[in-house]
């Protein structure tokens, strides 16, 4: 299909999103999907009719300059449309499930700043909606919806608060709505899209596959390249370079965390006050926490490794502590399970491994009790995933609440675990001097702490690792292909190939064949280089 303003000519016969014949071909029946969705959820919860409204996002423009950032699209909007451009708004019709999408009438100056203005026909066939128009008729559209609608039928608008950010989704507002002020309903909408965005479709499923994929052949290359005297910043720019010439992601999903020696101890390392500018020393243990956006599915993976390529004894039980802790998650994940017992057993494991290493002395049990874990485990084990990094609807009104218990309440969902759901694997061990202090001044703590042991810690930084799961039926996919053991990493950090062999890693071998829109291959498979 060849459709207007992109490059090259699409093999595919149904609307996809594709950056280049050599990426993933998404199908729109993704969306299409998740409108239905929502609309069938509506629809249980005894809304029958009506009008869903959702606007998308706006381009930022930078104060001194006519350029403007990279645009992303507004997540809701992104997971119901998949509409790549600002300004957009898109209607739905709880009734008849028919969606239409209003676009902005640019200015014809538009032609000369930003080129080809495209017709409603054009993104009518991108985005296989039902029709497109131009946003200056939607009061009309709207009057003429109603009008065949019961009285009682509503405007549906997204109104809600995010649970990890705390900012809130805002209902949508267009020139004229204060007509239809007396229909506007914000009570059903966000927990309906909320809740469909919880558990993914096979569609969405791909999508994040293939951002996972893309973001660990990314780390692998990393591992490969990164030594002593770079600069943190450096692994950065080559994670980014290659998430993008190799996988078509023109955005990460979020700020890159590369934090090495004393710097892999903080979260978030990375931002603006802390950007990634230290010279790696060769006894540095790295922490890598980077992820790609492919159509705006992201994904979020740690790798932790010595700058040196050779595991110290001290970095490989720090690594074998949170090895053991995701393994144990694995394990343990199967539907029903809480996450908050997943946290429980990372921790467990976590203090289990530091007990036989000499740094920690005592009961583990007792450990727990005295609320130790957190010293080492500070964050929660991870979170949902999807069209943002920290997904939506952790919390949402009638699931489980935030536990208080330092650790747990750090959770981004107390959920049990559902089929389809898609989450982060993190668990982590990290060296603290705040966290340590507390700890130390603290009796009931600082008894099963061996300070002699410690003392060789202060300093040392953490450990992350972080895989993309997906929750079957029996337990978890995941969907990260990043070396994982010691000895994995050692190897590829001493140029040995990654996959070994591909009867040892099966799951690379995918032919990616299963979900074109006509049946046939969406994507060339590119297995890393060895
Ligand atoms: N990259 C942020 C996180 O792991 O949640
Ligand atoms: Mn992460
Ligand atoms: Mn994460």
Redesign the pocket.
């Known amino acids: 299909m060849s459709v207007p303003g992109l490059g090259w000519v699409s093999k595919f016969t149904k609307p996809v999103f594709q950056q280049s014949p050599k990426t993933l071909a998404i199908p729109m029946d993704l969306h299409l999907s998740a409108r239905k969705k929502v609309v069938d959820l509506l629809h249980s919860r005894g809304v029958m009719n009506g009008i869903a409204l959702v606007k998308g996002g706006q381009q930022e423009s930078q104060y001194d300059s006519d350029m403007e950032p990279p645009f992303r699209q507004d997540s809701w909007f992104n997971y119901l449309f998949g509409v790549k451009e600002p300004e957009f708004y898109g209607v739905i019709s709880i009734t008849t499930g028919k969606t239409t999408l209003f676009m902005p009438r640019l200015p014809d100056e538009y032609l000369v700043w930003c080129g080809q203005i495209f017709p409603p026909v054009h993104f009518k066939q991108m985005y296989g909606v039902d029709d497109v128009q131009y946003v200056d008729t939607l009061g009309d559209f709207l009057r003429q919806e109603f009008s065949s609608e019961p009285e009682s039928a509503k405007l549906h608008l997204m109104e809600g608060k995010n649970s990890d950010s705390g900012l809130f989704a805002t209902p949508a507002r267009f020139d004229g709505d204060e007509e239809f002020q007396s229909r506007v309903d914000t009570s059903a909408l966000y927990h309906a899209v909320s809740t469909a965005r919880v558990t993914k479709s096979a569609h969405e499923i791909e999508a994040m596959r293939y951002s996972a994929y893309v973001a660990s052949n990314a780390h692998v290359e990393v591992m490969r390249t990164t030594s002593a005297g770079m600069f943190e910043y450096e692994c950065e720019a080559k994670f980014l370079y290659e998430i993008y010439k190799n996988g078509g992601c023109r955005k990460a999903a979020y700020t890159s965390i590369c934090g090495c020696g004393p710097n892999a101890a903080t979260l978030h390392y990375g931002h603006a006050g802390a950007p990634n500018l230290r010279h790696l020393q060769p006894n540095d243990i790295g922490l890598f926490?980077m992820?790609a956006d492919y159509h705006g599915y992201v994904s979020?993976i740690?790798c932790s490794f010595p700058v040196s390529g050779k595991f110290t004894e001290d970095q490989a039980l720090i690594f074998n502590a949170v090895l053991s802790a995701q393994r144990a998650v694995t394990a343990l994940a199967r539907p029903g399970v809480t996450w908050v017992d997943c946290h429980r057993a990372a921790e467990r494991a976590i203090l289990t491994v530091l007990t036989e290493g000499g740094l920690l002395t005592g009961n583990v049990d007792e450990m727990i009790d005295a609320v130790l874990g957190p010293t080492f485990f500070p964050h929660g084990l991870?979170?949902l995933?999807g069209c943002d990094?920290?997904d939506v609807g952790g919390y949402l009104s009638g699931t489980p609440e935030r536990e208080v218990r330092p650790g747990l309440k750090n959770l981004r969902t107390a959920r049990a675990l559902e089929p389809n759901m898609v989450l982060?694997n993190?668990p982590g061990c990290y060296f603290v001097d705040y966290l340590l202090d507390k700890a130390l001044a603290n009796p009931e703590q600082s008894k099963f702490i061996n300070q002699e042991v410690l003392a060789r810690f202060r300093g040392f930084g953490g450990v992350r690792l972080?895989d993309v799961v997906v929750v079957t039926e029996n337990g978890f996919e995941n969907l990260t292909t990043c070396p994982r053991t010691i000895e994995e990493i050692e190897s590829v950090m001493a140029g040995g190939a990654w996959p070994p062999a591909v009867d040892k890693a099966p799951e690379l071998k995918r032919n990616w064949t299963t979900l074109g829109p006509d049946g046939e291959c969406m994507v060339p498979l590119a297995i890393p280089r060895g």
């Open positions: 926490d992820g979020d740690t991870g979170h995933i990094t920290h982060t993190e972080e």
